[in-house]
T-cell receptor, first 111, second 115 residues
Framework: GEDVEQSLFLSVREGDSSVINCTYT??????LYWYKQEPGAGLQLLTY?????DMKQDQRLTVLLNKKDKHLSLRIADTQTGDSAIYFC???????????FGAGTTVTVRA | EAGVAQSPRYKIIEKRQSVAFWCNPI?????LYWYQQILGQGPKLLIQ????????DSQLPKDRFSAERLKGVDSTLKIQPAKLEDSAVYLC?????????????FGPGTRLTVL
């Protein structure tokens, strides 16, 4: 099972926190990733988490993993206009080379 | 360090025509990937190369799509003949090696429109 699902849109006010949610079905997933895609650009890896972790923090980014519920979230603190982009959740199994992506969440930051 | 280069950036063709995309990965990266990203969807892997050998092409529509990486560096992806549903962004990515611990670096993509 390689289904990865995300909500499609999120609107947030500048300075607030954004939370983007993702669910996946493959219980053997070992790595879970968050990528950012700005208009006309390729995907940029933001952060990733191993499946044996439940939280990872990297500056304004906090990743939470609930392995029991197969739920992953990305929190962006103090959201800025430059954070407006599409955010993709992706997973990879222990023997998988390929990434399985969700459809992406479009984050719009309003002043 | 230069990133993954792709050309052309945009291409418009009519259905049943042929098209080719080119990718130059990051120097020294053994693994190269082609993804198809249809509007409103996440990228889907089409083919993965390790050096000049194919590792996974299970999702490549082989009746019309082909890809090669003859010298283990640059790669081309070809569609012949194109269909309307091939309209998408074609992303090339590379990583130092295959495997979950190696980050995939993405190029800017080629946006294909089939009319």
């Amino acid at each position: 099972g390689e289904d990865v699902e995300q909500s499609l849109f999120l609107s947030v006010r500048e300075g607030d926190s954004s939370v983007i949610n993702c669910t996946y079905t493959d219980s053997s997933s070992t790595y879970l990733y968050w990528y950012k895609q700005e208009p006309g650009a390729g995907l940029q890896l933001l952060t990733y988490i191993f499946s044996n972790m439940d939280m990872k923090q990297d500056q304004r980014l906090t990743v939470l993993l609930n392995k029991k519920d197969k739920h992953l979230s990305l929190r962006i603190a103090d959201t800025q206009t430059g954070d407006s982009a599409i955010y993709f959740c992706a997973e990879r199994g222990p023997n998988d080379y390929k990434l399985s992506f969700g459809a992406g969440t479009t984050v719009t930051v309003r002043a | 360090e230069a990133g993954v280069a792709q050309s052309p950036r945009y291409k418009i063709i009519e259905k049943r025509q042929s098209v080719a995309f080119w990718c130059n990965p990051i120097s020294g990266h053994a693994t190269l990937y082609w993804y198809q990203q249809i509007l409103g969807q996440g990228p889907k892997l089409l083919i993965q190369f390790q050096n000049n050998g194919v590792v996974d092409d299970s999702q490549l529509p082989k009746d019309r799509f082909s890809a090669e990486r003859l010298k283990g560096v640059d790669s081309t992806l070809k569609i012949q003949p194109a269909k309307l549903e091939d309209s998408a962004v074609y992303l090339c990515a590379s990583s130092l090696m295959a495997g979950p611990g190696y980050e995939q670096f993405f190029g800017p993509g080629t946006r294909l429109t089939v009319l």
